[in-house]
């Protein structure tokens, strides 16, 4: 879907999405969103136009949050390599990792049934305590030091 500018140069429309704390995008689509929208053709360009932009922008993980009334989208997000990551009563969760690159390896978490942590506590003989700061998540950057944690990939 196109539109024109006031200068009447051509603009495509894009979906809306929010940016993540890991370099992705969130796209929620609602059931109220305009009927133009809701036209798979329509959809299916505006899913590639969007997917074109993140690409470009560098995002790495893409989530659809799709209501269950919309589940007649569920085709053309699959054609556009989506897979389920997880449902519930009232939505579909669907994801897609964008890099193509082997050095950029697919990081999107496995749908949660349960999650196996540790933690450690760490005393040398001097008794000082081993503390790290983090690299990557919602701490990057924070210069907060903690006892090192971690959970296992699956």
Known sequence: MTEHNDSGIEQIQLLDGCEDSYEG??????????????????FASLLRASISSWKQQGKKGVWIKLPIKCSHLVDIIVKEDFRYHHAEPTYLMLVRWLPETSDTPDTIPMNAS??????????????????????SGRFQGTGEWKLPTGVVNE
């Open 114 to 135: 349960h999650r196996v942590g540790v933690g450690a506590f760490v005393l040398n003989d001097k008794k000082e305590v081993l503390v790290v700061q983090e690299h």
């Open 25 to 42: 995008v969130r796209v929620e689509i609602k059931e109220d969103m305009d009927a133009d929208v809701m036209k798979a053709d329509v």
